[in-house]
Protein backbone atom coordinates (compact mmCIF):
# COMPACT_ATOMS: atom_id res chain seq x y z
CA UNK A 1 0.00 0.00 0.00
CA UNK A 2 2.86 2.34 0.46
CA UNK A 3 5.56 2.41 -2.28
CA UNK A 4 9.12 3.28 -0.79
CA UNK A 5 11.75 4.97 -2.61
CA UNK A 6 14.97 3.97 -2.32
CA UNK A 7 16.52 6.88 -0.91
CA UNK A 8 14.84 8.31 1.93
CA UNK A 9 14.90 11.63 2.94
CA UNK A 10 12.32 14.50 4.94
CA UNK A 11 9.97 14.65 2.41
CA UNK A 12 9.16 18.10 3.50
CA UNK A 13 12.91 20.11 3.91
CA UNK A 14 15.63 20.29 5.78
CA UNK A 15 16.91 23.26 7.46
CA UNK A 16 19.74 25.56 6.14
CA UNK A 17 22.83 25.75 8.27
CA UNK A 18 21.84 22.67 10.14
CA UNK A 19 22.84 18.66 9.57
CA UNK A 20 21.29 16.91 6.03
CA UNK A 21 20.75 13.46 6.30
CA UNK A 22 19.19 10.53 4.34
CA UNK A 23 19.23 6.77 3.75
CA UNK A 24 19.51 4.61 1.02
CA UNK A 25 18.20 1.18 1.19
CA UNK A 26 20.99 -0.79 -0.43
CA UNK A 27 22.50 -4.38 0.34
CA UNK A 28 25.86 -3.13 -1.27
CA UNK A 29 29.13 -3.45 1.16
CA UNK A 30 31.14 -0.32 -0.60
CA UNK A 31 30.05 3.09 -0.89
CA UNK A 32 27.61 4.66 -3.61
CA UNK A 33 27.64 7.64 -5.15
CA UNK A 34 24.93 9.76 -4.39
CA UNK A 35 23.74 12.95 -6.49
CA UNK A 36 21.65 16.53 -5.24
CA UNK A 37 19.98 17.83 -7.75
CA UNK A 38 18.06 21.11 -8.03
CA UNK A 39 14.48 21.56 -8.92
CA UNK A 40 15.98 21.71 -12.66
CA UNK A 41 17.47 18.71 -12.07
CA UNK A 42 20.74 19.60 -12.35
CA UNK A 43 23.56 18.13 -10.20
CA UNK A 44 24.47 20.35 -7.33
CA UNK A 45 26.35 18.29 -5.12
CA UNK A 46 27.87 15.07 -5.14
CA UNK A 47 29.45 12.37 -2.43
CA UNK A 48 30.06 8.64 -1.47
CA UNK A 49 27.29 7.26 0.88
CA UNK A 50 28.66 5.18 4.03
CA UNK A 51 27.46 1.42 4.33
CA UNK A 52 25.40 0.76 7.60
CA UNK A 53 24.32 -2.54 7.15
CA UNK A 54 21.39 -4.78 8.08
CA UNK A 55 18.70 -2.98 10.59
CA UNK A 56 16.14 -5.25 12.09
CA UNK A 57 14.15 -2.43 13.02
CA UNK A 58 13.17 -1.53 9.71
CA UNK A 59 13.98 -4.56 8.00
CA UNK A 60 16.60 -2.56 5.29
CA UNK A 61 20.00 -2.62 5.14
CA UNK A 62 20.62 0.50 4.67
CA UNK A 63 23.81 3.84 3.68
CA UNK A 64 24.09 6.75 5.37
CA UNK A 65 23.90 9.90 2.86
CA UNK A 66 25.22 13.03 4.53
CA UNK A 67 24.56 15.80 2.63
CA UNK A 68 25.13 18.60 5.03
CA UNK A 69 28.15 20.63 3.33
CA UNK A 70 25.16 21.77 0.90
CA UNK A 71 23.71 24.71 2.05
CA UNK A 72 21.53 26.80 -0.22
CA UNK A 73 17.84 27.54 0.53
CA UNK A 74 15.17 26.19 -2.56
CA UNK A 75 12.60 24.14 -3.40
CA UNK A 76 12.54 20.63 -5.22
CA UNK A 77 15.97 19.29 -4.43
CA UNK A 78 16.11 15.50 -5.19
CA UNK A 79 18.88 12.62 -4.30
CA UNK A 80 19.68 10.06 -6.55
CA UNK A 81 21.55 7.16 -6.39
CA UNK A 82 22.01 5.51 -9.51
CA UNK A 83 18.68 4.64 -11.13
CA UNK A 84 16.62 5.55 -7.86
CA UNK A 85 15.63 9.06 -6.81
CA UNK A 86 14.43 10.26 -3.72
CA UNK A 87 10.64 12.24 -3.16
CA UNK A 88 11.55 16.35 -3.29
CA UNK A 89 11.90 18.31 -0.64
CA UNK A 90 13.40 21.94 0.01
CA UNK A 91 15.83 23.26 1.81
CA UNK A 92 14.06 25.97 4.16
CA UNK A 93 12.74 27.03 7.26
CA UNK A 94 9.35 27.69 6.01
CA UNK A 95 7.53 24.60 6.77
CA UNK A 96 8.56 23.93 9.84
CA UNK A 97 7.71 27.76 11.09
CA UNK A 98 4.05 26.24 9.10
CA UNK A 99 4.09 23.28 11.18
CA UNK A 100 4.15 25.11 14.40
CA UNK A 101 0.43 26.57 13.89
CA UNK A 102 -0.81 23.66 11.84
CA UNK A 103 0.16 21.61 14.23
CA UNK A 104 -1.46 23.49 16.89
CA UNK A 105 -4.73 24.04 14.70
CA UNK A 106 -5.70 20.48 14.96
CA UNK A 107 -6.69 21.52 18.93
CA UNK A 108 -9.16 24.40 17.31
CA UNK A 109 -10.78 21.25 14.87
CA UNK A 110 -11.09 19.00 18.17
CA UNK A 111 -12.96 21.36 19.95
CA UNK A 112 -16.22 19.75 21.14
CA UNK A 113 -19.46 21.74 22.16
CA UNK A 114 -18.71 24.90 19.90
CA UNK A 115 -19.25 25.11 15.89
CA UNK A 116 -15.73 25.19 14.13
CA UNK A 117 -16.00 27.66 11.87
CA UNK A 118 -15.36 27.91 7.94
CA UNK A 119 -13.82 31.75 8.98
CA UNK A 120 -10.93 29.78 10.94
CA UNK A 121 -11.17 26.67 8.98
CA UNK A 122 -12.25 26.35 5.84
CA UNK A 123 -15.68 25.48 4.25
CA UNK A 124 -14.86 21.52 4.32
CA UNK A 125 -13.53 21.28 7.82
CA UNK A 126 -16.08 23.28 9.19
CA UNK A 127 -19.49 21.65 11.20
CA UNK A 128 -22.05 22.77 13.37
CA UNK A 129 -21.66 22.21 17.37
CA UNK A 130 -22.19 19.13 18.77
CA UNK A 131 -22.65 17.18 21.72
CA UNK A 132 -25.02 20.50 23.46
CA UNK A 133 -28.21 18.13 23.89
CA UNK A 134 -29.49 18.97 20.11
CA UNK A 135 -30.88 16.26 18.34
CA UNK A 136 -29.96 13.46 17.60
CA UNK A 137 -26.96 14.26 20.16
CA UNK A 138 -27.79 13.67 23.84
CA UNK A 139 -25.58 16.52 25.01
CA UNK A 140 -23.02 16.65 27.89
CA UNK A 141 -24.79 19.34 29.05
CA UNK A 142 -26.08 16.88 32.78
CA UNK A 143 -24.19 13.93 32.11
CA UNK A 144 -25.06 11.20 34.62
CA UNK A 145 -22.53 8.56 35.80
CA UNK A 146 -22.61 5.07 34.82
CA UNK A 147 -25.72 3.14 35.26
CA UNK A 148 -23.51 0.77 38.05
CA UNK A 149 -21.35 3.28 39.42
CA UNK A 150 -24.99 5.44 41.23
CA UNK A 151 -23.26 8.86 42.21
CA UNK A 152 -25.79 10.82 42.47
CA UNK A 153 -25.37 13.56 40.35
CA UNK A 154 -25.05 14.69 37.31
CA UNK A 155 -22.14 16.63 35.75
CA UNK A 156 -21.70 19.61 32.66
CA UNK A 157 -19.47 18.57 31.49
CA UNK A 158 -19.45 20.49 27.74
CA UNK A 159 -16.46 21.75 26.20
CA UNK A 160 -13.05 20.41 25.86
CA UNK A 161 -11.15 18.52 22.76
CA UNK A 162 -12.42 15.11 21.70
CA UNK A 163 -9.40 12.73 22.45
CA UNK A 164 -9.21 11.34 19.32
CA UNK A 165 -11.21 9.71 16.10
CA UNK A 166 -13.69 9.10 18.65
CA UNK A 167 -15.96 11.55 20.42
CA UNK A 168 -14.86 10.64 24.18
CA UNK A 169 -13.30 12.94 26.44
CA UNK A 170 -10.63 11.54 28.47
CA UNK A 171 -9.09 13.17 31.88
CA UNK A 172 -5.50 11.48 31.76
CA UNK A 173 -4.56 12.18 28.11
CA UNK A 174 -6.25 15.83 28.09
CA UNK A 175 -4.10 16.20 30.88
CA UNK A 176 -0.81 15.72 29.19
CA UNK A 177 -1.63 17.38 26.43
CA UNK A 178 -2.75 20.80 27.84
CA UNK A 179 0.42 20.14 29.96
CA UNK A 180 2.52 19.91 26.64
CA UNK A 181 1.04 22.62 25.28
CA UNK A 182 1.17 25.17 28.09
CA UNK A 183 4.41 23.82 28.70
CA UNK A 184 5.90 25.05 24.93
CA UNK A 185 4.59 28.53 26.19
CA UNK A 186 6.17 28.46 29.33
CA UNK A 187 9.09 27.75 28.26
CA UNK A 188 9.23 30.17 25.33
CA UNK A 189 8.60 32.44 27.83
CA UNK A 190 11.49 31.85 30.03
CA UNK A 191 14.07 30.16 27.61
CA UNK A 192 12.79 30.48 24.27
CA UNK A 193 10.70 33.05 21.97
CA UNK A 194 7.48 33.46 23.68
CA UNK A 195 6.14 36.07 20.97
CA UNK A 196 5.50 32.97 18.59
CA UNK A 197 2.60 32.65 20.20
CA UNK A 198 1.07 36.16 20.62
CA UNK A 199 -2.48 36.72 20.10
CA UNK A 200 -2.98 36.91 16.50
CA UNK A 201 -1.02 34.24 16.05
CA UNK A 202 -3.18 31.66 15.58
CA UNK A 203 -6.85 31.74 13.44
CA UNK A 204 -9.17 30.77 16.44
CA UNK A 205 -11.86 32.83 17.69
CA UNK A 206 -9.91 34.39 20.47
CA UNK A 207 -7.42 35.44 18.12
CA UNK A 208 -8.18 38.70 18.80
CA UNK A 209 -9.05 39.17 22.31
CA UNK A 210 -5.29 40.00 24.10
CA UNK A 211 -3.97 36.71 25.10
CA UNK A 212 -1.22 34.67 23.93
CA UNK A 213 -3.60 32.18 21.66
CA UNK A 214 -1.65 29.13 22.75
CA UNK A 215 -2.99 29.94 26.45
CA UNK A 216 -6.47 30.51 24.48
CA UNK A 217 -6.43 26.91 22.77
CA UNK A 218 -5.34 25.47 25.90
CA UNK A 219 -8.16 26.80 28.24
CA UNK A 220 -10.67 25.62 25.73
CA UNK A 221 -9.66 22.32 27.62
CA UNK A 222 -8.52 23.55 31.37
CA UNK A 223 -12.34 24.55 31.30
CA UNK A 224 -13.08 21.16 30.47
CA UNK A 225 -10.94 19.40 33.18
CA UNK A 226 -12.46 21.38 35.77
CA UNK A 227 -16.00 20.09 34.95
CA UNK A 228 -14.45 16.64 35.42
CA UNK A 229 -14.22 16.98 39.19
CA UNK A 230 -16.68 15.48 41.48
CA UNK A 231 -17.93 17.36 44.40
CA UNK A 232 -15.59 15.74 47.07
CA UNK A 233 -12.61 17.13 44.66
CA UNK A 234 -11.62 13.70 42.74
CA UNK A 235 -11.96 14.10 38.84
CA UNK A 236 -14.04 11.47 36.65
CA UNK A 237 -11.57 9.39 34.47
CA UNK A 238 -13.52 10.02 31.68
CA UNK A 239 -17.05 10.76 29.49
CA UNK A 240 -18.00 8.94 26.18
CA UNK A 241 -20.66 7.08 24.71
CA UNK A 242 -22.67 4.61 26.20
CA UNK A 243 -21.08 2.65 22.90
CA UNK A 244 -19.11 2.98 19.68
CA UNK A 245 -20.59 4.51 17.00
CA UNK A 246 -19.67 3.87 13.22
CA UNK A 247 -17.09 5.35 10.91
CA UNK A 248 -17.99 7.67 10.11
CA UNK A 249 -20.00 9.33 12.40
CA UNK A 250 -19.95 13.22 12.18
CA UNK A 251 -20.27 14.34 15.99
CA UNK A 252 -23.64 16.40 15.87
CA UNK A 253 -24.66 13.16 14.36
CA UNK A 254 -23.86 11.07 17.24
CA UNK A 255 -27.19 9.36 18.77
CA UNK A 256 -25.49 7.37 22.05
CA UNK A 257 -25.82 8.63 25.56
CA UNK A 258 -23.01 9.86 27.38
CA UNK A 259 -21.74 8.83 30.45
CA UNK A 260 -19.27 9.71 33.01
CA UNK A 261 -16.46 6.60 33.95
CA UNK A 262 -15.96 6.76 38.09
CA UNK A 263 -13.40 8.89 39.26
CA UNK A 264 -9.73 8.19 39.36
CA UNK A 265 -6.82 9.22 41.50
CA UNK A 266 -4.92 9.45 37.94
CA UNK A 267 -7.35 11.87 36.56
CA UNK A 268 -7.76 13.88 39.53
CA UNK A 269 -3.66 13.87 39.84
CA UNK A 270 -3.63 15.41 35.93
CA UNK A 271 -6.31 17.42 37.04
CA UNK A 272 -4.48 18.62 40.23
CA UNK A 273 -1.09 19.30 37.56
CA UNK A 274 -2.02 21.18 35.10
CA UNK A 275 -4.71 23.47 36.69
CA UNK A 276 -1.81 24.46 39.22
CA UNK A 277 0.34 24.88 36.07
CA UNK A 278 -2.20 27.30 34.60
CA UNK A 279 -2.79 28.85 37.44
CA UNK A 280 0.95 29.76 37.29
CA UNK A 281 0.62 31.07 33.99
CA UNK A 282 -2.41 32.85 34.12
CA UNK A 283 -1.68 34.70 36.88
CA UNK A 284 -0.85 37.82 35.69
CA UNK A 285 -3.22 37.82 32.84
CA UNK A 286 -6.51 36.71 34.54
CA UNK A 287 -5.79 36.60 38.62
CA UNK A 288 -9.53 35.71 39.70
CA UNK A 289 -9.10 32.20 37.16
CA UNK A 290 -5.60 31.84 38.14
CA UNK A 291 -6.95 31.43 41.81
CA UNK A 292 -9.85 29.25 41.07
CA UNK A 293 -7.41 27.68 39.28
CA UNK A 294 -5.06 26.86 42.13
CA UNK A 295 -8.71 26.30 44.63
CA UNK A 296 -9.12 23.35 41.91
CA UNK A 297 -5.28 21.95 41.89
CA UNK A 298 -5.06 22.19 46.01
CA UNK A 299 -8.58 20.29 46.23
CA UNK A 300 -7.73 18.00 43.81
CA UNK A 301 -3.89 17.04 45.25
CA UNK A 302 -5.95 16.97 48.59
CA UNK A 303 -9.09 14.37 47.25
CA UNK A 304 -5.84 12.25 45.38
CA UNK A 305 -3.88 12.29 48.94
CA UNK A 306 -7.35 10.68 50.63
CA UNK A 307 -7.57 8.24 48.00
CA UNK A 308 -3.92 7.12 46.32
CA UNK A 309 -5.10 4.28 45.12
CA UNK A 310 -8.67 4.35 42.99
CA UNK A 311 -7.77 3.25 39.41
CA UNK A 312 -9.21 3.39 36.42
CA UNK A 313 -11.27 -0.39 35.41
CA UNK A 314 -9.18 -1.58 32.64
CA UNK A 315 -12.02 -3.40 31.48
CA UNK A 316 -14.04 0.00 30.72
CA UNK A 317 -13.51 0.05 27.03
CA UNK A 318 -17.19 0.04 25.60
CA UNK A 319 -17.87 3.50 24.10
CA UNK A 320 -14.41 4.84 24.71
CA UNK A 321 -10.66 3.94 25.56
CA UNK A 322 -9.89 2.62 29.18
CA UNK A 323 -6.63 4.60 29.50
CA UNK A 324 -6.13 2.41 32.92
CA UNK A 325 -2.78 2.84 34.84
CA UNK A 326 -1.68 0.89 37.72
CA UNK A 327 0.62 3.21 38.66
CA UNK A 328 -0.03 6.94 40.56
CA UNK A 329 3.63 7.42 42.04
CA UNK A 330 4.69 9.47 38.90
CA UNK A 331 0.89 11.39 38.71
CA UNK A 332 2.01 12.00 42.68
CA UNK A 333 5.48 13.85 41.69
CA UNK A 334 3.99 15.41 38.59
CA UNK A 335 1.25 17.09 40.43
CA UNK A 336 3.58 17.67 43.44
CA UNK A 337 6.29 19.36 41.17
CA UNK A 338 3.50 21.60 39.98
CA UNK A 339 1.72 22.91 42.79
CA UNK A 340 5.18 23.73 44.34
CA UNK A 341 6.49 25.50 41.54
CA UNK A 342 3.35 27.55 41.83
CA UNK A 343 2.74 28.22 45.45
CA UNK A 344 5.89 27.16 47.24
CA UNK A 345 4.14 25.85 50.08
CA UNK A 346 6.21 23.33 52.22
CA UNK A 347 3.87 20.65 51.97
CA UNK A 348 4.08 19.73 48.55
CA UNK A 349 7.81 20.24 48.80
CA UNK A 350 8.07 17.90 50.81
CA UNK A 351 6.03 15.23 48.49
CA UNK A 352 8.51 16.29 45.75
CA UNK A 353 11.56 15.83 47.36
CA UNK A 354 10.04 12.37 49.07
CA UNK A 355 9.10 11.39 45.66
CA UNK A 356 11.54 8.14 44.50
CA UNK A 357 10.74 10.13 41.09
CA UNK A 358 13.15 13.04 42.36
CA UNK A 359 15.70 14.08 40.50
CA UNK A 360 14.65 13.17 37.41
CA UNK A 361 15.15 9.81 39.16
CA UNK A 362 12.70 7.84 36.31
CA UNK A 363 14.10 9.52 32.98
CA UNK A 364 15.18 6.97 30.69
CA UNK A 365 14.56 6.59 26.99
CA UNK A 366 11.07 5.13 27.31
CA UNK A 367 10.13 8.97 27.91
CA UNK A 368 6.69 9.68 28.79
CA UNK A 369 3.36 9.51 27.72
CA UNK A 370 -0.04 9.80 29.30
CA UNK A 371 0.45 6.75 31.80
CA UNK A 372 4.24 7.89 32.57
CA UNK A 373 4.47 10.92 33.20
CA UNK A 374 7.25 11.71 36.28
CA UNK A 375 9.50 13.52 33.63
CA UNK A 376 6.95 16.14 33.14
CA UNK A 377 7.23 17.15 36.87
CA UNK A 378 11.12 17.20 36.02
CA UNK A 379 10.45 19.44 32.84
CA UNK A 380 8.83 21.67 35.48
CA UNK A 381 11.38 22.13 38.74
CA UNK A 382 13.83 22.60 35.80
CA UNK A 383 12.21 25.10 33.64
CA UNK A 384 10.08 27.27 37.15
CA UNK A 385 11.93 29.59 39.42
CA UNK A 386 11.57 27.38 42.64
CA UNK A 387 13.22 27.07 46.15
CA UNK A 388 14.82 23.70 45.46
CA UNK A 389 18.70 23.30 46.24
CA UNK A 390 20.60 24.55 43.16
CA UNK A 391 22.49 21.57 43.36
CA UNK A 392 19.53 19.26 42.66
CA UNK A 393 18.30 21.75 39.70
CA UNK A 394 21.23 20.86 38.54
CA UNK A 395 21.17 17.09 38.80
CA UNK A 396 17.61 17.04 37.19
CA UNK A 397 19.23 19.22 33.60
CA UNK A 398 21.97 16.81 33.81
CA UNK A 399 19.73 13.96 33.29
CA UNK A 400 18.30 15.56 30.66
CA UNK A 401 21.52 15.87 29.22
CA UNK A 402 22.70 12.20 29.68
CA UNK A 403 18.94 10.59 28.70
CA UNK A 404 19.97 12.69 25.42
CA UNK A 405 23.19 11.20 24.85
CA UNK A 406 22.16 8.07 25.21
CA UNK A 407 19.24 9.06 22.63
CA UNK A 408 22.03 9.76 19.82
CA UNK A 409 24.18 6.53 20.87
CA UNK A 410 21.27 4.54 19.61
CA UNK A 411 20.31 6.64 16.66
CA UNK A 412 23.31 6.94 15.34
CA UNK A 413 22.91 2.58 15.27
CA UNK A 414 20.03 3.19 13.31
CA UNK A 415 19.24 3.27 9.80
CA UNK A 416 16.25 5.42 10.32
CA UNK A 417 17.19 7.73 13.51
CA UNK A 418 14.73 8.43 16.07
CA UNK A 419 14.92 8.25 19.47
CA UNK A 420 12.56 5.40 20.24
CA UNK A 421 13.39 2.69 22.50
CA UNK A 422 11.89 -0.50 20.71
CA UNK A 423 14.21 -3.05 23.60
CA UNK A 424 11.25 -3.97 25.48
CA UNK A 425 7.69 -3.25 23.58
CA UNK A 426 8.97 -2.78 20.08
CA UNK A 427 7.02 0.18 18.46
CA UNK A 428 3.67 0.72 20.11
CA UNK A 429 0.70 2.25 19.79
CA UNK A 430 1.12 5.89 19.16
CA UNK A 431 4.99 5.32 18.47
CA UNK A 432 5.17 8.74 16.98
CA UNK A 433 4.37 10.73 19.84
CA UNK A 434 7.22 9.05 21.99
CA UNK A 435 9.54 9.85 19.36
CA UNK A 436 8.54 13.38 19.54
CA UNK A 437 8.15 13.33 23.50
CA UNK A 438 11.76 12.05 23.27
CA UNK A 439 12.73 14.98 20.83
CA UNK A 440 11.66 16.71 23.62
CA UNK A 441 13.89 15.66 26.22
CA UNK A 442 16.36 16.28 23.26
CA UNK A 443 15.44 19.80 23.19
CA UNK A 444 15.85 20.67 26.65
CA UNK A 445 18.92 19.19 26.85
CA UNK A 446 20.14 21.73 24.13
CA UNK A 447 18.20 24.46 25.94
CA UNK A 448 19.87 23.47 29.47
CA UNK A 449 23.38 22.83 27.71
CA UNK A 450 24.02 24.95 24.44
CA UNK A 451 25.12 21.56 22.91
CA UNK A 452 24.76 21.27 19.34
CA UNK A 453 24.49 17.58 18.91
CA UNK A 454 21.05 17.81 20.88
CA UNK A 455 19.32 20.05 18.53
CA UNK A 456 20.52 18.03 15.51
CA UNK A 457 18.85 15.18 17.44
CA UNK A 458 15.81 17.45 17.49
CA UNK A 459 15.45 17.82 13.47
CA UNK A 460 16.97 14.16 13.00
CA UNK A 461 13.39 13.21 14.95
CA UNK A 462 11.24 15.47 12.42
CA UNK A 463 13.09 14.14 9.52
CA UNK A 464 11.73 10.46 10.45
CA UNK A 465 8.27 11.66 11.24
CA UNK A 466 8.43 13.59 7.94
CA UNK A 467 9.36 10.70 5.25
CA UNK A 468 13.10 9.72 6.64
CA UNK A 469 11.56 5.99 7.35
CA UNK A 470 11.39 3.12 5.66
CA UNK A 471 7.54 3.74 4.13
CA UNK A 472 9.08 6.80 2.52
CA UNK A 473 6.01 8.63 4.31
CA UNK A 474 5.01 11.90 5.83
CA UNK A 475 2.94 10.72 9.30
CA UNK A 476 2.04 14.25 9.11
CA UNK A 477 -0.86 14.98 6.88
CA UNK A 478 -0.56 17.88 4.19
CA UNK A 479 3.39 18.13 4.72
CA UNK A 480 5.18 16.32 2.29
CA UNK A 481 4.52 14.58 -1.40
CA UNK A 482 3.63 10.97 0.48
CA UNK A 483 1.82 11.83 3.52
CA UNK A 484 -1.08 10.52 5.57
CA UNK A 485 -3.94 10.69 4.39
CA UNK A 486 -6.70 8.41 5.76
CA UNK A 487 -6.37 9.14 9.26
CA UNK A 488 -8.94 7.28 11.82
CA UNK A 489 -11.82 9.51 12.49
CA UNK A 490 -15.39 9.88 12.55
CA UNK A 491 -15.40 12.98 10.33
CA UNK A 492 -12.35 13.20 8.62
CA UNK A 493 -13.15 10.02 7.13
CA UNK A 494 -12.73 10.91 3.25
CA UNK A 495 -11.68 7.20 2.91
CA UNK A 496 -14.91 5.95 3.43
CA UNK A 497 -17.57 8.88 2.63
CA UNK A 498 -16.18 11.53 -0.34
CA UNK A 499 -18.45 14.34 0.62
CA UNK A 500 -15.89 14.50 4.26
CA UNK A 501 -12.45 15.86 4.26
CA UNK A 502 -9.36 13.82 4.78
CA UNK A 503 -7.10 14.59 7.95
CA UNK A 504 -6.23 18.68 7.86
CA UNK A 505 -2.27 19.60 7.49
CA UNK A 506 -0.40 19.37 10.80
CA UNK A 507 -2.26 16.08 11.79
CA UNK A 508 0.00 13.34 13.36
CA UNK A 509 -0.69 10.01 12.37
CA UNK A 510 -0.11 7.50 15.54
CA UNK A 511 2.62 5.70 13.98
CA UNK A 512 4.12 2.08 13.40
CA UNK A 513 2.72 -0.45 15.91
CA UNK A 514 4.46 -3.62 15.67
CA UNK A 515 1.65 -5.32 17.74
CA UNK A 516 -0.42 -4.94 15.56
CA UNK A 517 -3.87 -3.84 17.42
CA UNK A 518 -6.53 -4.02 15.01
CA UNK A 519 -8.10 -5.66 12.05
CA UNK A 520 -6.72 -4.04 9.12
CA UNK A 521 -3.27 -3.75 10.67
CA UNK A 522 -3.29 -7.31 11.63
CA UNK A 523 -4.99 -8.46 7.75
CA UNK A 524 -2.12 -6.28 5.82
CA UNK A 525 0.51 -5.83 8.14
CA UNK A 526 1.42 -9.33 9.85
CA UNK A 527 5.04 -9.76 9.77
CA UNK A 528 6.48 -6.54 8.96
CA UNK A 529 9.37 -5.01 10.73
CA UNK A 530 8.99 -2.93 13.59
CA UNK A 531 9.19 0.46 11.45
CA UNK A 532 7.05 -0.72 8.49
CA UNK A 533 4.19 -1.67 10.80
CA UNK A 534 1.64 1.31 9.44
CA UNK A 535 -0.62 1.60 7.02
CA UNK A 536 -2.58 4.48 5.45
CA UNK A 537 -6.11 3.34 6.20
CA UNK A 538 -8.99 4.87 8.11
CA UNK A 539 -10.11 0.97 9.74
CA UNK A 540 -6.37 1.05 10.99
CA UNK A 541 -7.19 2.34 14.20
CA UNK A 542 -3.96 0.79 16.01
CA UNK A 543 -1.46 2.62 14.16
CA UNK A 544 -3.42 5.37 12.08
CA UNK A 545 -5.30 7.76 14.78
CA UNK A 546 -4.80 10.70 15.45
CA UNK A 547 -4.91 11.91 18.94
CA UNK A 548 -4.87 15.30 21.04
CA UNK A 549 -1.64 13.97 23.00
CA UNK A 550 0.10 12.98 20.11
CA UNK A 551 -0.59 16.66 17.99
CA UNK A 552 0.34 18.32 21.40
CA UNK A 553 3.79 16.24 21.00
CA UNK A 554 4.44 17.61 17.24
CA UNK A 555 3.67 20.91 18.44
CA UNK A 556 6.08 21.67 21.22
CA UNK A 557 8.53 20.12 18.79
CA UNK A 558 7.51 21.88 15.96
CA UNK A 559 7.53 24.94 17.48
CA UNK A 560 10.86 24.30 19.32
CA UNK A 561 12.61 23.92 15.66
CA UNK A 562 10.76 26.66 14.32
CA UNK A 563 12.49 28.78 17.18
CA UNK A 564 16.03 27.32 16.28
CA UNK A 565 15.47 27.43 12.29
CA UNK A 566 16.36 31.33 12.14
CA UNK A 567 14.98 33.39 9.68
O1 LIG B 1 -3.03 6.20 23.17
C1 LIG B 1 -3.63 5.06 23.74
C2 LIG B 1 -2.61 3.94 23.75
O2 LIG B 1 -1.52 4.28 24.60
C3 LIG B 1 -3.25 2.65 24.19
O3 LIG B 1 -2.32 1.59 24.02
C4 LIG B 1 -4.50 2.38 23.35
C5 LIG B 1 -5.23 1.11 23.74
O4 LIG B 1 -5.75 1.19 25.01
O5 LIG B 1 -5.39 3.47 23.47
C6 LIG B 1 -4.85 4.66 22.97
O6 LIG B 1 -5.78 5.68 23.10
C7 LIG B 1 -6.94 5.63 22.29
C8 LIG B 1 -8.12 5.66 23.24
O7 LIG B 1 -8.15 4.47 23.97
C9 LIG B 1 -9.44 5.92 22.53
N1 LIG B 1 -9.37 7.07 21.70
C10 LIG B 1 -8.29 7.00 20.72
C11 LIG B 1 -6.97 6.86 21.40
C12 LIG B 1 -5.83 6.86 20.38
O8 LIG B 1 -5.84 5.74 19.57
Redesign the pocket.
Known amino acids: PNPAKKVQVDLVAYVPGLPKRATLVSGATTPQTWTLKNSAGVAVASGQSTPKGADATSGDSTHLIDFSSFDTPGTGYTLSVGEDTSFPFDISADPVKRLRYDSLAFFYHQRSGTPIEAQYVGDEYARPAAHLNVAPNQGDNNVPCRADLACGYTLDVRGGWY ?4 H ?1 K ?1 VV ?1 GGIATWQLLNAYERASRLGDATAYRDGSMNIPEKANGVPDLLDEARWEVDFLLKMQAPDGMAHHKV ?1 DANWTALPTRPELDDQPRRLSATSTAATLNLAAVAAQASRLWKSIDATYSSTLLAAARKAYAAAKANPAKLADPND ?1 TG ?5 DDTVTDEFYWAASELYATTGDAAYRTDVTGSSHYKAASLNRGGF ?3 GTAPLGDITLALAPNGLPAADVSAIKSAFASVADQHLTAMAGMGYAAPYDNSTAGY ?3 SN ?1 TVLNNAQVLALAFDFTGTAKYRDGVFEALHYVLGRNPLSTSYVAGYGDQAMVNA ?1 HRFWAHQNDPALPIAPPGSLS ?1 GPNSAL ?1 DPVAQRLLTGCPQQKCWVDDIGA ?2 VN ?3 I ?2 NSALAWVSGWAAEKSGT
Open positions: DAGDGYNHGGGAYSHWGVWGSHGQYSEVANW
